[in-house]
DNA sequence: AAAGATTGCAACCGCGGGGGT
DNA sequence: CACCCCCGCGGTTGCAATCTT
């Protein structure tokens, strides 16, 4: 199906929000919460459209937002989530409390990305603040993930994506995603029942062995959404695989 | 001090999926 | 069963802020 143009074009304002607006947005929100986007932004007197709405609320104007710099463990976080998921962002930012998809697609492009370029070319050099030289300018204009060859990381990140997006839920082979864990022959992993029952028993009694995945698997468990728990697990699984087969090039 | 280059963030756009009718 | 509407996601863009020369 084909969507609704967006804004429907007709006298909405588009571009920055103002405090006014955002105000507006928060009381009708905390008043009348925000059961259907597409009416809010009429019922609040707003002249956005719904989906701009949804947006400012979710990227910026939620309570439980955390602001700020990203920790070490946060970026950790994601560049290790990034390995197993690629780029689904809102899985991601799952992972991490009061961090949006759209704040950590941001903080992966602008600076986990370089960083990890960087650091795979030159381990040791810390990668540049700002204003980039050369070199990391080079390094930017590699836009396109795929485009550099190089790069373990970019590879490594790549791959789950692919296999993810492309693989049907049921067709368990993790193809690429495992060269560079060991199995490096072998074109295809495929699962066996001792993977299933050493990951199964690794996510029961996993205690403290990984940043988020822990706790925050147990706080989700609590919680009665049974499609949450679902990519819970496939997220916990994927880590939990990826942490095995690293493991095990030890 | 000014101009140009670069970065980082907020917002927009288009697409696909899910659910309701 | 097919269609339609709405929501959410990921990619991309625009622009203000910051840095370098």
Known sequence: ????????????KRGPWTAEEDMTLVAHIEQHGHSNWRVLPKQAGLLRCGKSCRLRWINYLRPDIKRGNFTSEEEEAIIQLHAMLGNRWSTIAA??????DNEIKNVWHTQLKKRLQSSSKSSGQAAPKRKANKPA????TLE?????????EQSLAMSPEQSLSTSSATDYSMASSLENTGSSSSEEFQIDDSFWSETLAMSVNSSGSGMETS???GADSASPSSSNNEMDFWVTLFMQAG???SLSQI
């Open 1 to 12: 199906m084909v969507s609704a143009p967006c804004c429907e074009k007709m006298g909405l």
């Open 144 to 152: 396109d993930p795929t485009s550099d060859p190089v790069s373990a």
């Open 137 to 140: 300018v080079a390094a930017s």
């Open 215 to 217: 706790d925050t698997f």
């Open 243 to 245: 942490d095995m087969h």
């Open 95 to 100: 992972r991490l409390p009061g961090r949006t």
